[in-house]
């Protein structure tokens, strides 16, 4: 199910709540608050039957969800990082001085909207997002080292080809010098046999 209240709060004043189904969460939230020590910063969990409330406290600022317990904790606290980022970005400094609920009409639909993709969607865990986009740069490289490799066996391939190429020259080279050397010295031998007939015919 994932996460299905969440509240951000001062102290024990509450700014804006989103509740996305019907339970006592908002009652056990608030006991929370109370209960929550100093204005240290704090990153806690609770328990309460089969759900679990994630806490964390920054700068006097508080942000709290509750989650179904098989949600873990890594996708819940990453979604109360990400609702304290846009609420000090959305309201500054008047989170210092706002009323009960001043924030909870605009602010409560950016609970909703979050608690939806915190909860439903696959890339809200960074984590998991992360192995995927390294398998997938993983997959690329392997692709690119086989590439590189197949190219490497066809280099192979050109050199030892090459490496024929010059050792048939070679050997074409010596068979044509035989030739060579052995038509010269028939012409040789004709012209010698050719010199030697006419000087016996004359």
């Not at 209240?5 to 996305?20: D, I, K, P, Q, T």
């Not at 317990?69 to 008047?94: C, S």
């Amino acid at each position: 199910m994932g996460i299905l209240y969440a509240l951000v709060g001062r102290g024990s004043v509450v700014l804006a709540e989103f509740s996305g189904t019907t339970t006592n969460a908002s009652a056990i939230a608030r006991q929370i608050l109370e209960k929550i020590p100093g204005n240290n910063d704090t990153h806690v969990s609770y328990s309460q039957d089969r759900y679990i409330f994630h806490v964390k406290r920054t700068d006097g600022l508080t942000v709290l969800c509750m989650a179904d317990d098989t949600a873990g904790r890594r996708i819940p606290f990453a979604f109360l990082e990400d609702i304290h980022q846009k609420f000090v970005r959305t309201y500054g400094r008047a989170v210092h001085s706002a009323q009960p609920y001043g924030m909870n009409e605009e602010f409560s639909r950016v609970l909703s909207q979050q608690m939806e993709y915190y909860s439903s969607d696959p890339n809200a865990d960074r984590i998991n997002r992360l192995k995927g986009e390294m398998s997938q740069v993983r997959n690329v490289m392997i692709e690119n080292i086989d590439k590189v490799l197949d190219r490497g066996d066809r280099l192979e391939l050109l050199v030892d080809k090459t490496a024929n190429m010059q050792g048939n020259t070679f050997r074409f080279r010596k068979q044509a010098r035989r030739f060579r050397s052995t038509v010269w010295w028939r012409n040789v031998k004709l012209t010698y046999i050719l010199d030697l007939n006419l000087s016996l015919i004359s």
